[in-house]
């Protein structure tokens, strides 16, 4: 999942809490190296706590806490969001049928609640709740034979790319950001993705999925892609910290119901912890921020055609002090969806989810994360995983393909595809990957193995190509 699928247990605090879903330059680094014995320290700013490394956390669970009043009287925002400019979507009025909006919430954006959302219809018009106090925005549909608006949007779909001549690479001219998940390197601990089964060697999800991004620029650039990182070293996009996010932090467990909160923890094992400012400081830094950072990056600076989240899975692993490895490793990919109705009360939440929708990207998403799936299962070799909870929906044929509403997946305002594949906790992926990166097969407990992050790399490069070979215009010979 998105985040490690690691326990967690929250404490009772008497208030209604959601947890926000999180999730992830233009100079090419050099390839990450090998996952080092040691990550070296953080800068200062950062604040990372001393060793022990600290426990797996559930993405459900350790998220910053967010007060869900029964009524609103103010705007209800979620952690550093700004509060949406609600006039800016009649630009979307007569971009989309009624017909078409309302496949669109009961097949990808909304999940199997029966409570009602924040909007209705009223004839030919959209009516969405805005602020507490305010009316409501009218966003006027088009009738069905009329013509189309053009969406409102900075990227192409593989339709709108110049058509190919023959020769030319599938993927000439489109602009693909690549986003490696967290930050990994001095950081991993701090935010959670360091993963050590023996003394003397670690996993860190930030440092590794950076190597697949550094691995992927290349092979994607000699297809004709224009590649840009999202983050290209271990190191955080915002400039916010969690010292400076500290009064922010103490405000969240405040509107919680939490009145005295504890400053800081001194035991990363306490499950008390949760309601220390230090903890919810620490979370809003490289879980809100961090993602906010970067969502700022790719709207307002990079404006690609299509983003790759990329990152790696765990299972959740018991003792966290005794780690044990799983016998689960498996695949999956995200697509935006599947609000649920606590999260689009939030304004911000709404507002994002509207942009979306009236941009047409689920058109363009869903298809592509479709194709990409079935390559990466391929070059994997990785069942799929399946979702027991309702924080994700099938939007397809796919048994790879889930729709889930991250805060990633939801900020950035083009095509998102999220990868999680491999368990990092599964006992030969865990050792595979603690060999770097490799072509062909090494031998590993008596038997020849591929390196994961070469079968991802492969797996990705190969299902673009294989969709946008399919779905882009042709010049006619």
Not at 17 to 37: I, R, Y
Not at 210 to 222: C, G, I, M
Not at 401 to 424: D, G, K
Request: glycine letters at 6%; charged letters at 20%; aromatic letters at 8%.
């Amino acid at each position: 999942m998105s985040f490690w699928n690691w326990r967690c247990l929250k404490p009772a605090i008497g208030t209604a809490v959601v947890a926000l879903c999180g999730g992830a330059m233009p100079a090419q680094e050099a390839p990450a190296p090998a996952v080092p014995a040691v990550p070296p320290a953080a800068p200062a700013s950062a604040s990372p706590p001393p060793a022990p490394p600290p426990p797996p956390l559930t993405q459900e669970d350790s998220p910053p806490l967010l007060t869900v009043p029964t009524v609103p009287d103010k705007p209800l925002l979620s952690p550093l969001a700004d509060k949406p400019d609600w006039n800016t979507l009649k630009a979307v009025a007569g971009t989309m049928t009624r017909t078409e909006f309302q496949q669109a919430t009961a097949s990808v954006y909304l999940d199997d609640s029966a409570q009602l959302p924040p909007w209705h219809i009223e004839g030919d018009s959209l009516m969405v709740e805005t602020s507490p106090g305010q009316p409501p925005i009218t966003i006027a549909f088009v009738r069905e034979d009329a013509l189309r608006s053009k969406p409102i949007r900075y990227w192409r779909t593989a339709q709108e790319l110049p058509p190919l001549q023959k020769g030319d690479s599938p993927l000439k001219g489109l602009h693909i950001a690549l986003d490696p998940g967290h930050i990994g390197g001095g950081y991993a601990q701090v935010e959670e993705r360091w993963l050590s089964m023996r003394p003397g060697e670690a996993v860190m999800e930030g440092s590794l999925v950076l190597q697949v991004a550094n691995l992927l620029k290349p092979r994607l650039e000699a297809l004709g892609a224009v590649v840009t990182f999202v983050r290209s070293q271990e190191a955080p996009v915002t400039t916010q910290t969690p010292d400076s996010l500290r009064p922010v932090a103490k405000q969240v467990l405040l509107d919680s119901g939490i009145s005295n909160p504890p400053d800081s923890y001194t035991n990363r094992y306490d499950e008390r912890r949760i309601i220390s400012v230090q903890w919810q400081a620490e979370k809003l830094f490289y879980r809100v921020s961090e993602i906010r950072a970067r969502a700022n990056r790719v709207n307002q600076e990079l404006k690609p055609d299509l983003v790759l989240c990329l990152h790696l899975n765990a299972e959740a692993w018991g003792d966290p002090e005794k780690p044990a490895f799983v016998p689960q490793n498996h695949l999956h990919l995200l697509v935006n969806g599947c609000y649920s109705p606590a999260e689009l009360r939030h304004e911000d939440i709404r507002f994002e989810m509207l942009q979306r929708l009236f941009s047409r990207v689920q058109e363009s998403e869903i298809p592509m994360a479709d194709t990409v799936a079935g390559a990466m299962a391929q070059a994997t070799g990785l069942p799929a995983y399946v979702y027991t909870k309702n924080t994700a929906r099938r939007v397809s044929g796919s048994p790879y393909v889930y729709a889930r509403n991250l805060l990633a997946n939801r900020t950035y305002q083009c095509p998102v595809l999220y990868f999680e594949p491999y368990v990092m906790n599964h006992e030969e992926t865990y050792k595979r990957l603690l060999l770097g990166h490799y072509i062909g097969r090494t031998l590993l407990d008596g038997h020849l193995v591929s390196s994961p992050l070469e079968d991802y790399t492969r797996g990705v490069v190969r299902g673009l190509e294989e969709y946008y070979s399919a779905n882009r215009k042709k010049e006619a010979p």
